[in-house]
């Protein structure tokens, strides 16, 4: 059973799955979804087109260059069928891919600790931005002036010092 990819996508067209362009050069074209197909005779750019695997290989979302994709790769010569090596094969498509799936989480994670230091600094951002939500209604007159504790004045000045460090981190 082969495994092709999308002309348009990328993803994988299962047996039975999909359809097949053939053009007057007789180059094949297999599309998994008629909506791969559209925009392929529409002649769209899988590149600008966010939802496919180049685009996403292209702005760094998914893996781009890896050894276990070299697996992937169409062989286009018979081999003879042996029992041991056709053991050893499938031992190794099961290592591979768990390779590859660990290589992938722990790409998606280095992706995302700079997107979780962003987040941070947002909060504290709208912690110091809207400090006068957080307090309850029982402290403020009813003049709308708000009365802080010793605690909340200690509080918020701490806000404040962070939000200050980081500022000063952020102009050098």
Same mark, same amino acid.
């Given at each position: 059973m082969r495994l092709l990819q999308c002309a348009f996508c990328g993803a994988t067209c299962y047996?039975?799955?999909?359809?097949?362009?053939?053009r007057n050069d007789s180059k094949m074209f297999r599309f998994c979804k008629k909506k791969c197909k559209k925009h392929f005779f529409m002649k769209h750019n899988p590149q600008r087109t966010k939802w496919t @695997?180049?685009? !996403? $290989?292209?702005?760094?979302?998914?893996?781009?260059?890896?050894?276990?994709?070299?697996?992937?790769?169409?062989?286009?010569?018979?081999?003879?069928?042996?029992?041991?090596?056709?053991?050893?094969?499938?031992?190794?498509?099961?290592?591979?891919?768990?390779? @590859?799936?660990? !290589? $992938?989480?722990?790409?998606?994670?280095?992706?995302m600790k700079s997107k979780k230091k962003l987040q941070v600094n947002n909060k504290l951002r709208e912690i110091q931005q809207g400090i006068n939500l957080v307090i309850p209604p029982i402290l403020r007159k009813e003049d709308q002036q708000i009365i802080l504790p010793e605690k909340e004045k200690e509080i918020q000045d701490n806000i404040e010092s962070v939000f200050e460090k980081k500022q000063k981190k952020e102009k050098n």
């Open positions: 047996p039975g799955r999909g359809s097949l362009y053939v @695997k180049t685009f !996403r $290989q292209q702005s760094g979302k998914e893996l781009a260059m890896d050894t276990t994709f070299e697996f992937e790769k169409r062989r286009n010569q018979p081999i003879r069928y042996n029992r041991e090596q056709v053991k050893k094969t499938i031992k190794a498509m099961k290592i591979v891919s768990e390779i @590859k799936s660990k !290589r $992938q989480d722990r790409f998606y994670d280095q992706r």
